[in-house]
């Protein structure tokens, strides 16, 4: 729309400064009758194209009316696909955005703890960015297979060569009575210590 509006500024521009050639040809002599006929064409031309540029204003400004923006949930914006002035098509991502209507830490505990854990205990999560921030949870699930499962690169034994390492389980806790204002501080990907109080 801004480009719009500058090629309306430059066609008023141009129409003012054809109306003052025409104006000051039209003051001089009658022998340069041809010139200032010239310059009235000029005029005319200038006109229309200011015409044209306020028409094409006016079909943005209703495009604009006529756009909507939503998002798949409520969160925080995070990431912009899109600048200022780019034009993107329907269902084209413009950002991302993270949902803080739920949110969760992922723990990885020992296979040996994992007998201790039962679904829906009650779990204390601390954030090391803001250690004066208590929190409460409960465990909500067991991811299905170890980390070592999910790496990049699984541990290859196919030499025969055996050591046994504890695997660690990946548990999702999910956060319990979260405030707003702390919604806004748990960014994912922060660092976090979780105490199970086991028997």
């Excluded at 009758?33 to 031309?45: E, N, W």
């Excluded at 923006?69 to 995070?78: L, M, Q």
């Excluded at 205990?121 to 991811?143: H, N, T």
């Excluded at 990049?152 to 034994?157: I, K, S």
Aim: net charge positive.
């Amino acid at each position: 729309m801004d480009a719009v509006e500058a090629e309306l500024a430059v066609a008023e521009a141009q129409f003012k400064a054809a109306k003052n050639q025409y104006k000051a040809s039209s003051a001089q002599s009658r022998g340069v009758k041809s010139q200032a006929i010239g310059q009235k064409s000029l005029i005319t031309l200038a006109e229309a194209l200011v015409k044209q540029r306020q028409a094409e204003l006016m079909l943005a400004k209703t495009q604009r009316s006529y756009t909507v923006i939503k998002a798949p949930c409520d969160g925080v914006v995070t990431k912009r696909s899109v600048d200022d002035g780019q034009f993107v098509t329907v269902g084209a991502p413009i950002c991302s955005a993270i949902d803080l209507s739920s949110l969760w830490v992922t723990a990885n505990f020992k296979e040996t703890q994992i007998n201790d854990l039962k679904l829906n205990q009650e779990v204390e999560v601390s954030i090391d960015a803001f250690p004066s921030m208590s929190l409460k949870g409960k465990i909500d699930s067991y991811i299905g297979a170890t980390g070592a499962k999910f790496s990049l690169l699984p541990p290859d034994n196919s030499t025969g060569n055996f050591v046994k390492i504890v695997q660690r389980v990946p548990v999702k806790i999910q956060l319990l009575g979260l405030t707003d204002e702390q919604r806004m501080l748990l960014l994912p990907g922060l660092s976090a210590y979780v105490s199970v109080a086991v028997k």
